[in-house]
C-alpha cells in the first residue's frame, strides 16, 4: 500500500509541474497586455553578481540524499544478518558453553537458533506499524541497535557452570530479541528502499537488500573462520 501511495503522490506531483508549466507559457490576451501599465524595462545585474548568489539545484541536493540514505539502509542490513547468522556458525561452541557435555547439545542449540526465525514476522509487523508512524529512518536505527545489543549480550552471558538452567534459558530469550528486530529491519528497509528510490529504478535499489543479507552472511563465516 505505502508503494502505491508514493507512486499516486509523485504522479500528482508532476501533474501539478505540467499544468503550472503550461499556465506560465500561455499568451497574455490583448486587453491584458494594453490596460497593463507602461514599466520601463528592468537593466539586469552584471552576470558575475547573479551567478553568485545562485543557489545550488535542489534536484541534485535530493539526489545525493537520496542516494546516500539507501545506501546506509543496505549497509544496515549487512549488520542486521551478521549479527543474526554469526550464531549458527559459533554453535559449537554455544552448545558447550550453555548446556554442558550432554548428549544432544548441539540439536538443542541450533533449535534455539531456529527461534528467531519464529519471531521475523511479529516484528516485521510491529516495526512496520511503527515506521508508518514515526519514520523509516527511525525503526531502521532502532532494530540495528536491538540486534546489536542483543548479539553483544549474548557475548557476556553466564556459562552452564555458573548460572545452570538460567543459561539456555537468557539465551534464548536474547536470540527471540534478534529474530524480533531482524524482520522488523529487512520489512521497514524494502519500505524505505520502495519510497526513496527513482521510478525507473527501483528493482536495482531493492536488490541491494538482498545483496546485503549475503554479504552478512559472508563476513560472518569470514570472522569465525
Avoid: N
Amino acid at each position: 500500500l505505502d508503494f502505491f501511495a508514493v507512486e499516486a503522490h509523485e504522479y500528482l506531483e508532476r501533474l501539478d509541474a505540467w499544468i503550472a508549466r503550461t499556465a506560465s507559457r500561455t499568451p497574455a490576451t490583448p486587453a491584458a497586455s494594453s490596460a497593463a501599465p507602461h514599466r520601463r524595462p528592468r537593466q539586469d545585474l552584471p552576470m558575475a553578481s547573479t551567478a553568485a548568489h545562485q543557489p545550488a539545484p535542489p534536484a541534485a541536493v535530493t539526489g545525493r540524499r537520496r542516494r546516500l540514505s539507501m545506501l546506509v539502509a543496505a549497509f544496515g542490513t549487512v549488520v542486521e544478518w551478521y549479527d543474526f547468522s554469526i550464531f549458527f556458525y559459533v554453535s559449537t561452541s554455544l552448545s558447550r558453553v550453555f548446556f554442558g557435555p550432554y548428549e544432544g547439545s548441539l540439536l538443542m542449540t541450533l533449535a534455539i537458533g531456529s527461534v528467531g526465525f519464529l519471531f521475523r514476522p511479529i516484528g516485521a509487523m510491529v516495526f512496520g506499524h511503527l515506521g508508518d508512524r514515526i519514520g523509516r529512518k527511525s525503526v531502521l536505527a532502532m532494530t540495528i541497535l536491538l540486534i546489536s545489543g542483543a548479539t553483544a549480550l549474548i557475548g557476556v552471558l553466564p556459562t552452564h557452570a555458573v548460572a545452570g538452567v538460567w543459561a539456555p534459558i537468557l539465551l534464548i530469550a536474547l536470540r527471540v530479541v534478534q529474530g524480533f528486530s531482524t524482520g522488523g529491519e529487512y520489512g521497514g528497509a524494502a519500505t524505505f528502499m520502495a519510497e526513496y528510490a527513482p521510478d525507473k529504478r527501483r528493482g536495482f535499489f531493492a536488490s541491494l537488500l538482498d545483496m546485503g543479507s549475503y554479504f552478512g552472511f559472508a563476513i560472518g563465516a569470514a570472522f569465525v573462520s
